[in-house]
């Protein structure tokens, strides 16, 4: 079972930004779409964004679409998420998923513990 582990997070100004990472364990990681998800306050954890194997195709919840950016560097087992002119909406627990299927986008089945970021106005 591949282990998860998101660092970065932390509490920052509006406007600021700030850069998420997940490592992921075992040999396989170039194979598996990778994502991220958050949980605001009192929600569902929703979708933010996702990025291909190859890192070639990316997908972006609307609401972040212009300030954050979904990379991969499969050779350190590594997927971030660059977060740029944050807002106060944009505090949550932020998670990194990864499918149990190989190249295809979801479901997302495996998580790690999350990274908190909140937002101060």
């Known amino acids: 079972q591949v282990q998860l582990v998101e660092s970065g997070g932390g509490l920052v100004q509006a406007g600021a930004s700030l850069r998420l990472s997940c490592a992921a364990s075992?040999?396989?990681?170039?194979?598996?779409?990778m994502g991220w998800f958050r949980q605001p306050p009192g929600k569902e954890r929703e979708f933010v964004a996702d990025?291909?194997?190859?890192?070639?195709?990316?997908r972006y919840a609307d609401s972040v679409k212009g300030r954050f950016t979904i990379s991969r560097d499969n050779a350190k087992n590594t997927v971030y998420l660059q977060m740029n002119s944050l807002k106060p909406e944009d505090t949550a627990v932020y998670y990194c998923?990864?499918?149990?299927?190989?190249?295809?986008?979801?479901?997302?089945?495996?998580w790690g513990q999350g990274t908190q970021v909140t937002v101060s106005s």
């Open positions: 998923g990864r499918p149990n299927s190989p190249v295809v986008f979801g479901p997302f089945d495996n």
């Open positions: 075992g040999r396989t990681f170039s194979r598996y779409v």
């Open positions: 990025i291909s194997w190859s890192g070639g195709t990316t």
